[in-house]
């Protein structure tokens, strides 16, 4: 992509979803997402109503009337965006692919972050590591991973999502908010999801293009694995093949979802063509209403 065409696909993405977090997301993302904790900020004297347990005993010994402690919120956190970037997110059977609905996740997660002075941080993976960008604030750290997401080109194109749940559990050694936006059309990474979800405020993000799961009766099609670049012609006129292949994707998602409900971690679903503004919405209310 051009430099001049990916600024201009930043831009409009900074537009739309800077747009939404202002308008939609930001108090959601506020009252969900809580800081570490109550940090002392100063004293001063005691007034009617005030909780007595705060007194500061030491300050009202030594001035002779009572004292009280004053604590504020500490909200600073870090928030973790790790990204699929694995061959099967360049699928599109609408006008964008799972890619591109990925950035602008990625913008609105990192927009909502940065107007409550949080830090964001990116990992981009595929059948390895593909890039790390450490988490820090400002506009120009968010914008500057919107353009990681919509215009990097990875190495690999298998998936490893164990791989990229280790290697942010190893590197980031303080709890962080981690969104996992993904395909899951992966295996073997059930252990350190929990692990993870254990030591971090873990949510996934799952991305499924609408026709991963309806095909039409369209004849004789050419496929290419995204993944291996293998291709083939499947005959989906015929319901035993469309039934195969709905199977196989259904597998990975079925087994996907009950990992998640079982261990108790919070799935956004987000599918190609349709908006994502009410899954987003469905997932600070849920969250929300636990609080």
């Known amino acids: 992509m051009e430099?001049?065409?990916?600024?201009?696909?930043?831009?409009?993405?900074?537009?739309?979803?800077?747009?939404?977090?202002?308008?939609?997301?930001?108090?959601?993302?506020?009252?969900?997402f809580k800081g570490r904790g109550m940090e002392f900020a100063e004293v001063r004297e005691y007034q009617p109503g005030d909780d007595i347990?705060?007194?500061?005993?030491?300050?009202?010994?030594?001035?002779?009337?009572?004292?009280?402690?004053?604590?504020?919120?500490e909200r600073e956190l870090t928030v973790m965006l790790i990204v699929d970037m694995s061959g099967s997110l360049?699928?599109?059977?609408?006008?964008?692919?799972?890619?591109?609905?990925?950035?602008?996740?990625?913008?609105?997660?990192?927009?909502?972050?940065?107007?409550?002075?949080?830090?964001?941080?990116?990992?981009?993976?595929?059948?390895?590591?593909?890039?790390?960008?450490?988490p820090r604030k400002g506009r120009s750290h968010v914008l500057r991973i919107i353009?990681?997401?919509l215009s990097f080109k990875p190495e690999g194109k298998g998936t490893n999502i164990s791989g990229a749940l280790e290697y942010f559990n190893g590197g980031v050694k303080k709890r962080s908010i981690a969104f996992l936006i993904s395909d899951f059309i992966d295996e073997g990474y059930e252990k350190i999801l929990k692990i993870v979800a254990k030591k971090h405020d873990f949510i996934g993000v799952h991305i499924e293009d609408i026709r991963e799961t309806d095909l039409h009766k369209i004849g004789l099609t050419k496929f290419r694995d995204l993944e291996t670049g293998e291709v083939r012609y499947v005959d989906l006129s015929s319901k035993t093949v469309r039934e195969h292949f709905m199977k196989q994707v259904g597998f990975y998602k079925n087994k996907m979802e009950q990992l998640f409900k079982l261990s108790g971690i919070?799935?956004?679903k987000i599918r190609t063509g349709e908006s994502y503004i009410k899954p987003?919405?469905?997932?600070?209310?849920?969250?929300?209403?636990?609080?």
């Open 147 to 149: 353009r990681e997401v």
């Open 266 to 268: 919070d799935l956004i």
């Open 53 to 73: 347990r705060t007194i500061n005993w030491n300050v009202t010994a030594r001035f002779g009337h009572p004292y009280i402690k004053v604590f504020e919120e």
């Open 280 to 291: 987003l919405v469905q997932f600070f209310k849920k969250r929300e209403a636990r609080l």
């Open 3 to 32: 430099t001049k065409e990916l600024l201009k696909q930043v831009r409009q993405i900074e537009i739309k979803t800077k747009g939404l977090v202002n308008e939609v997301f930001s108090g959601e993302y506020h009252s969900v």
């Open 90 to 134: 360049g699928f599109a059977s609408k006008d964008k692919t799972k890619q591109r609905i990925a950035a602008e996740l990625t913008s609105i997660l990192a927009f909502s972050a940065m107007k409550n002075n949080d830090k964001v941080g990116l990992i981009l993976f595929t059948d390895k590591i593909e890039r790390f960008v450490p």
